[in-house]
């Protein structure tokens, strides 16, 4: 999760090179530069594309920005209108230059390294899409989206719809796995949920499973603690990434029976390092070891993460005996 960033000095000599993190983005030579670099420096076993989840913005004709010490910024947010009409398929777009980008990473990959494409999922985009920024607050979003429901339905049949295709494309492009972050999903209640979440991951699920069937899909419900298994059931993602904070036991007992684990080292303790991160490995390991599972982070790599940490973390992982 987030294996490329600002940790890494030769990730911040390319972002300087590039200008702005768009342009990042949009480079398919600089973007798989980042791509591979914690491949480089780690071996890890696989490397996830170099984008961003918002991405998706442009495709309809919305602005989309990033402003240091802020995040990103869309305009206009879809609150104050938006003509559906505007839609841009993922051919005709800049979205394209990520495709560029996972063709380059594959071929410089080595044949027994997975690379990882990824898209938000339509909840999570949408929250951002209709808010205009980032929040914390998301209770004028669920407002909007009760106060508006057949624009919200028909808002995220769209965004599923681009997502699957999105996802389908960076498959063709050369993605073994791919992985869908629903980063907002814990701020919904049930009902809510089971519409905005586990549905719209079903039918983007569903299409891929159809053109792609061999392809593993993960799935990211961040915060959902009380709606893991419900998600699993309902969407039939093929390896779910658990959140850091999420009981290992349960994990164990429950999730591992219905899908394979991702996770869920704490990015704290990874920032941290010493006895607690080599006992977290240790603990992962022995809860989950005796079926296949990923060792991995809960969620990404906090950006003054000791890149020595980093080493040791993988160190910590590959003497385990």
């Not at 914390?136 to 965004?159: K, P, Y």
């Not at 009902?191 to 891929?208: A, G, H, M, R």
């Not at 899908?259 to 080599?278: H, T």
Request: aromatic share 10%; net charge negative; proline share 4%.
């Amino acid at each position: 999760m987030r294996q490329a960033g600002r940790y890494l000095p030769e990730y911040n000599d390319v972002r300087n090179k590039a200008g702005s993190f768009l342009d990042l983005c949009y480079n398919p030579v600089y973007s798989s530069e980042v791509t591979l670099q914690p491949i480089k420096r780690f071996d890890l076993d696989a490397a996830i594309i170099f984008a961003d989840i918002l991405l998706v913005a442009e495709n309809l004709n919305l602005k989309l920005h990033f402003e240091d010490n802020v995040g990103p910024i869309i305009t206009p947010p879809m609150r104050n209108g938006f003509n559906l009409d505007r839609f841009i398929q993922v051919e005709n777009s800049r979205l394209m230059k990520v495709m560029d980008s996972i063709n380059i990473s594959r071929n410089l990959l080595e044949k027994e390294k997975s690379l990882i494409g990824f898209c938000g999922a339509p909840w999570t985009v949408l929250t951002y899409l209709i808010n205009g920024s980032s929040t914390r607050d998301f209770q004028d979003i669920i407002n909007w989206m009760h106060g508006n429901i057949t624009l919200a339905d028909e808002l995220i049949n769209v965004l599923t719809e681009l997502s699957s295709d999105y996802l389908s494309l960076q498959i063709e492009a050369g993605a073994d796995v791919v992985k869908i972050f629903d980063t907002w999903s814990g701020v919904l209640n049930e009902e809510d949920f089971i519409k905005w979440v586990i549905q719209p991951t079903k039918n983007i699920v569903s299409i891929l499973k159809r053109k792609h069937n061999k392809v593993p899909i993960i799935g990211f419900p961040k915060g959902a603690k009380d709606f893991y298994e419900d998600y699993i059931d309902g969407t039939g993602v093929d390896i779910i990434a658990l959140d850091h904070d999420l009981n290992r036991d349960f994990c164990r007992n429950t999730l591992q029976k219905k899908a394979i684990l991702q996770g869920n080292v704490s990015p704290e303790l990874l920032r941290s390092g010493g006895m607690q991160l080599e006992d977290e490995v240790h603990d992962t390991i022995e809860k989950f070891g005796k079926e296949p599972f990923i060792m991995n982070l809960g969620h990404g790599i906090i950006k003054d993460t000791p890149v020595e940490n980093v080493e040791n973390f993988i160190k910590i992982i590959r003497e385990y005996k």
